[in-house]
């Protein structure tokens, strides 16, 4: 019979959380997160889901793993790669991710406001306590009776015991809330970097085709234009095997970083593939575009990279085009894609434009 992880299939139902269940999915978050984070997993909204499906059942049936025994685990329940980017780096990602870490976020979220108010209520009503405590002690001074005078101190004996178990409480209520925002702060981290890509720090390349579905909805409804352009990086399999691959990845860090010094500050810069960029310019003509894009292809033609087996140049082609009333995501891309295609064919290291 398969297992399944019950908190999971409540989170999926829409059913009413109790504290434990908060308090469980805190420890389930930090654990995947942790793992992910250890064993180089990118953090992309399926491989999130996936990961928390197998850490919630780890959570729940209170087993402790080494990374190996985890990692099978994933295997008999997932018949995927257990990291989605695994064998899919030329391949589009999915648009709209899943909301299962909108989900979780929304729930830290609403965990944090709402212990921060129940922090404040048990503040408020420690002082009412020891203001009572304080006015019936004082009050009990005068009074001589012994019987009166055990009824009270049995009163301030059950006061002073209220005490005690409202410091219990509020030390754990603030050691939980201490968590749920660190919680928050992971969550938020988790969703930037599934949209980073790790080695340049540009967006990746399904943040990037959201912003350019974003730009044709303005340029359909506000008539607002922008340009795209799509870089490839020169003979870079033959740079890969003669330098080695760090040298690569070091040459791709320094191009988005010039992509980072040279384009204005609302130019949308991703890596998309192995060595190729796009770039999307917002408010620019087509013309405008292939200025650009020359400017970029002449900074990096004249850069020199510097390696640990000497000075490398290195070069790349460019393909341009601006958006069309009738554009769709394949559209655009297909006719950018085109251009580049016919600037490698054309003999590299230059701009070639399609209207």
């Known amino acids: 019979m398969e297992r399944v ?9 829409d059913a009413k959380l109790s504290r434990e269940d908060m308090k469980t999915i805190v420890q389930i978050v930090r654990k995947e997160l942790n793992f992910m984070i250890r064993n180089g997993i990118a953090m992309t909204p399926e491989n999130y889901r996936r990961w928390f499906a197998i850490f919630c059942l780890l959570v ?38 899943k909301d299962s870490l909108q989900k979780l976020t929304q729930i830290a979220q609403t965990i944090e406001r709402k212990l921060f108010e129940i922090i404040q209520l ?73 949209e980073i890509d790790f080695l ?43 330098y080695g691959h760090p040298v690569g990845d070091q040459i791709l860090k320094e191009i988005a970083m010039i992509l980072k010094t040279f384009l204005r500050a609302n130019t949308v810069s991703a890596r998309i593939g192995g060595e190729e960029f796009a770039i999307l310019v917002p408010g620019a003509s087509t013309r405008e575009g292939e200025i650009i894009a020359q ?35 394949d559209t655009i891309f297909a006719r950018v894609d085109k251009a580049l295609y016919q600037a490698k064919e054309r003999g590299k290291n230059r701009v070639v434009v399609i209207e």
């Open 200 to 242: 340049t720090g540009l967006v990746n390349r399904r943040r990037f085709e959201r912003a350019i579905l974003e730009m044709i909805d303005e340029y359909r409804t506000r008539g607002y234009p922008f340009a795209l352009i799509l870089l490839d990086v020169d003979n870079f399999k033959q740079i890969n095997d003669r």
């Open 5 to 13: 992880c019950h908190l999971l299939e409540k989170l999926d139902s």
């Open 122 to 194: 048990i503040d408020a009503h420690e002082g009412n306590l020891r203001s009572h405590e304080e006015q019936i002690s004082t009050s009990s001074q005068g009074i001589e009776d012994p019987h009166m005078q055990k009824s009270i101190q049995k009163i301030l004996a059950e006061l002073e015991r209220l005490h005690r178990e409202n410091a219990l409480l509020l030390n754990e209520l603030r050691k939980y809330h201490a968590d749920v925002i660190r919680l928050q702060s992971e969550l938020i981290t988790a969703k930037t970097e599934a």
């Open 295 to 329: 400017r970029l292809r002449k900074a990096i033609a004249n850069r020199t990279f510097s390696t640990p087996q000497g000075e490398v140049r290195v070069s790349a082609s460019f393909g341009v085009t601006g958006v069309r009333r009738d554009d769709t995501l």
């Open 60 to 97: 729940e049936e209170g087993k402790e793993l080494n990374d190996l025994e985890i990692l099978g685990l994933f295997k008999e329940h997932f018949d995927q790669p257990y990291d989605e980017l695994q064998n899919r780096t030329q391949d589009r990602l999915p648009l709209y991710p």
